[in-house]
């Protein structure tokens, strides 16, 4: 994976498409609960990318998971 690619339901996704994608799924299911887990290595600035993603697509219940 490189850092602009994250899973969707286990599907790669852009960084880019995540407002979009997320937005979609919420039409879908309006009590959607989005976990968030990043690979330790994955740099500070991807994570943000992502969290910032999701705010643009108006998720407002995010589960932070543990890297392990």
């Known amino acids: 994976w490189s850092s602009d690619v994250c899973s969707s339901d286990l599907e790669p996704t852009p960084v880019s498409e995540i407002n979009r994608v997320i937005r ?3 039409k879908e299911n309006n009590k959607l609960i989005i976990s968030v887990k990043a690979h330790n290595k994955t740099p500070y600035k ?3 990318s992502v969290i910032d993603q999701l705010k643009m697509a108006n998720a407002t219940r995010i589960s932070i998971a543990d890297s392990d």
């Open 24 to 26: 979609q799924k919420i």
């Open 46 to 48: 991807s994570y943000i």
